[in-house]
Nanobody
Framework: QVQFVESGGGLVQPGGSLRLSCVAS????????MGWYRQGPGKQRELVAW???????HYEDAAKDRFTVSRDNAKNTMYLQMNSLKLEDTAVYLC????????WGQGTQVTVSS
């Protein structure tokens, strides 16, 4: 089975940046779709950005022009570079893979506050 460890979250002021990492262990995720989800306080979990099994990149509206998702298959790691952070970006950010292999990470907290 696959296990994920997310890191890189923290407290940042509005307009700031963070880079999240999601390291997978257990098997290679090359050719497996992976994505970043988030769940804000009192909100439903939502997809933010994802990398297809063919390594194409996709973004939901909330992430467009501010976030960049990437994957390093050699390191079995997915990243999320978040710039121009807003108060509403406050959430637990989780990584997930789906398709041939399905797994969720435990999440990393991102808090945007002045």
């Amino acid at each position: 089975q696959v296990q994920f460890v997310e890191s890189g979250g923290g407290l940042v002021q509005p307009g700031g940046s963070l880079r999240l990492s999601c390291v997978a262990s257990g098997r290679s995720l090359r050719g497996i779709a992976m994505g970043w989800y988030r769940q804000g306080p009192g909100k439903q979990r939502e997809l933010v950005a994802w990398v297809s099994s063919e390594d194409t990149l996709h973004y939901e509206d909330a992430a467009k022009d501010r976030f960049t998702v990437s994957r390093d298959n050699a390191k079995n790691t997915m990243y999320l570079q978040m710039n121009s952070l807003k108060l509403e970006d406050t959430a637990v950010y989780l990584c997930r893979c789906w398709g041939l292999v399905n797994a969720w990470g435990q999440g990393t907290q991102v808090t945007v506050s002045s």
